[in-house]
């Protein structure tokens, strides 16, 4: 089933991209964001790796970063360093908050926190439950959701070359620092 969808998904992105028309891609996503923004942002309830329950109502008062991801998934891969080290960067800011959905199951989860050495939350849902909550974007989505518990950004897809996956990260830490009212 994983490779069935790992199949499907690389054939989706090479269709997608060997149009001529980028524009209409970009403005798709563009659209995707601004038809989210300022918008509550889906109840759910999900139990970490680490057997914590977490749900939206947690994420009230606190600004946070939801990361959607599989292991197969090469961009998403990519991110996990610079997403790790600007967890590291914030996780003592009580006015925080960093969950990361994963459509993998909880064994290979686990695989992937071992092997990649992730810090951040990890929480394997169902694929359906990924879709429904990153807005039926691919992989990899990051949604940053602001106090109020509001929808403040949306980044669907990803890039594997070092430098334009540190530029990606370093705009989520500037949309981070504004909205949690730090200093530039």
């Known amino acids: 089933m994983r490779k069935l969808i790992l199949l499907l998904t690389i054939?989706?992105?090479?269709v997608l991209f060997s149009q001529n028309d980028f524009a209409a891609y970009f403005h798709k996503?563009?659209?995707?964001?601004?038809?989210?923004?300022?918008k509550l942002y889906p109840?759910?309830?999900?139990?970490?790796?680490?057997?914590?329950?977490?749900?939206?109502k947690e994420l009230t008062g606190?600004?946070?970063?939801?990361?959607f991801w599989f292991q197969y998934c090469e961009p998403c891969v990519a991110e996990f360093d610079a997403l790790n080290d600007l967890y590291l960067?914030?996780?003592d800011n009580a006015a925080f908050?960093?969950?990361s959905f994963t459509s993998d199951s909880s064994d290979e989860s686990k695989e992937s926190v071992e092997k990649y050495k992730l810090a951040f939350p990890v929480c394997p849902v169902s694929q359906q439950e990924c879709y429904r909550l990153n807005m039926n974007q691919g992989f990899p989505t990051t949604i940053i959701?602001?106090?109020?518990?509001?929808?403040?950004?949306?980044k669907s897809g990803g890039n594997t070359e070092k430098d334009n996956v540190l530029q990606q990260i370093t705009n989520?830490?500037?949309k981070i620092k504004s909205l949690l009212e730090i200093q530039q």
Do not use: C, H, P, W
Not at 43 to 56: D, H, P, Q
Not at 62 to 67: F, R
């Open 172 to 174: 989520y830490e500037q």
């Open 145 to 154: 959701i602001d106090k109020a518990g509001r929808m403040a950004f949306l």
């Open 62 to 67: 606190k600004v946070t970063i939801i990361n």
């Open 43 to 56: 109840a759910f309830s999900v139990v970490s790796l680490e057997g914590k329950r977490i749900t939206e």
């Open 97 to 99: 908050r960093f969950i």
């Open 89 to 91: 960067k914030f996780k």
């Open 11 to 14: 054939v989706y992105s090479t």
């Open 29 to 38: 996503q563009d659209s995707i964001f601004q038809l989210n923004t300022g």
